[in-house]
């Protein structure tokens, strides 16, 4: 069997057949209980250990008429259910989505396909032997729009941009020197 027809299956299955599935594909065992991580975590293992060629979800399947070039074969994505979607997604964006909205993958698709988005592997803030946290700050969203129409008139580039170097030079103002720079330029100013 095929690695997309394997995919396309899994949609279908109760929790305790993924559950199994994980176990066969990864060699790992799982409780877990959540079926969209379960599909991702097992199209992930299957795109991995699928061969690299022909046969290959990866690799663009394409037809040839006589006497014309090769054009890729398209199948129409409103038929396709979540499962299909999401490997198509995977062939086109270059990484697993846990999205179960169809709309949304139908649409991420085409974009991907037409070259207006990123594809590829996210980049991220992650660096070597460096941790971060994600802190919690809840506001009215009347003071969040004036805050974001402060940022933005002063040509700030982003809401986080600006609340690191308020935090950097209010922390300069209480004589926290040392916290002070750590949020950089903003803080010198």
Not at 105 to 117: F, N
Request: aromatic share 6%; charged share 30%.
């Amino acid at each position: 069997m095929n690695t997309k027809n394997e995919i396309a299956k899994l949609g279908k299955m109760k929790v305790n057949e993924l559950q199994a599935k994980f176990a066969e594909v990864t060699g790992e065992k799982t409780r877990s209980p959540n079926k969209t991580f379960l599909i991702r975590k097992i199209t992930e293992a299957l795109h991995a250990k699928a061969p690299t060629d022909a046969t290959s979800p990866h690799t663009s399947v394409t037809t040839k008429a006589p006497g014309k070039a090769k054009a890729p074969v398209t199948e129409k994505l409103t038929r396709l259910d979540v499962a299909e979607l999401q490997a198509h997604y995977l062939d086109a964006i270059g990484r697993p989505t846990g999205s179960t909205n169809k709309a949304y993958l139908i649409w991420k698709i085409r974009e991907a396909k037409k070259g207006r988005i990123p594809v590829g592997p996210r980049k991220n803030a992650r660096r070597e032997g460096v941790t971060f946290k994600v802190l919690p700050l809840r506001m009215e969203a009347a003071v969040v729009d004036k805050l974001d129409e402060a940022w933005r008139s002063r040509g700030i580039k982003s809401r986080t941009e600006f609340i690191r170097g308020a935090l950097g030079l209010y922390l300069k103002h209480l004589g926290a020197e040392d916290a002070a720079a750590l949020f950089g330029d903003a803080a010198a100013a």
